[in-house]
């Protein structure tokens, strides 16, 4: 029972280079989410996928910052020409397609892996 | 604006203290979630409440969601250091939205 799996933990990019993030969410959970996170702050959502489809990119940067959630393979975050204000803790998220609490189903049991922590230099 | 309003932003006391900490919101929620974090690592559920006026309990840590779902409260009882870090609330707006809004969070310390 693997939880959601993030790499790498740590990763150290210097300005103008690319960023890849990697997410494998829990067995049997179709739906992934990123959040960013500053010291001391909460998380702020980024995107929702489904396999193959973007659901929610309201949280995205217009620019450099892209998504996917591929029918194989984990889900990426990509991130082009990063820039010092990147530097932030990326979380992943997954949630099956329905939860049950309570006798209510809810889509929003969302299960974090141990993000990945992006220093840009 | 935070539409999820989380207070206090920090706490700190001694063991064995009792303490509350509070979500508030003026939207209506379908179902809200507890979360606490350690330093240098993910989020972890602690709770999900669903119903209006629901209370759960989870050995010495109580929730519970307000009537109108627009608001929850954590409380603690007989803190121990263990029970230190980031505490986040997150609600889900629309059940078939996929998407929770997250608090920034109370961080507690929990001094020996």
């Known amino acids: 029972n693997a939880g959601v799996m993030q790499n790498p933990r740590h990763l150290v990019r210097r300005r103008g280079q690319e960023a890849r993030l990697r997410c494998s969410p829990m067995?049997?959970?179709?739906?992934v989410y990123w959040y960013r996170q500053l010291p001391e702050e909460g998380l702020k959502f980024m995107v929702y996928?489904?396999?193959?489809?973007?659901?929610?990119e309201s949280g995205m940067p217009k620019e450099r910052f892209s998504a996917e959630f591929p029918k194989e393979g984990p889900s990426i975050l990509r991130i082009q020409q990063v820039v010092r204000g990147d530097s932030a803790a990326y979380f992943c998220a997954s949630s099956p397609l329905r939860s049950a609490s309570g006798g209510v189903l809810t889509k929003n049991i969302q299960y974090f892996g141990a993000g990945t922590r992006l220093s840009v230099l | 604006t935070q539409l999820l309003e989380q207070s206090p932003q920090f706490l700190s006391i001694q063991e064995g203290e009792n303490l509350t900490v509070y979500c508030n919101s003026s939207?209506?929620?379908?179902?809200l979630q507890w979360y606490r974090q350690e330093p240098g690592e993910g989020p972890v559920l602690l709770v999900t409440v669903v119903t209006g006026g629901e209370v759960k309990k989870l050995k010495r840590l109580t929730f519970q969601f307000g009537d109108a779902r627009k608001d929850s409260s954590l409380h603690i009882t007989a803190a121990q250091p263990g029970d230190t870090g980031l505490y986040l609330c997150a609600g889900e707006l629309d059940t078939n939205a996929g998407k929770s809004t997250f608090g920034d969070g109370t961080t507690l310390t929990v001094k020996p």
């Open positions: 996928l489904q396999k193959e489809n973007i659901i929610d």
């Open positions: 067995k049997g959970h179709s739906h």
């Open positions: 939207s209506v929620f379908s179902s």
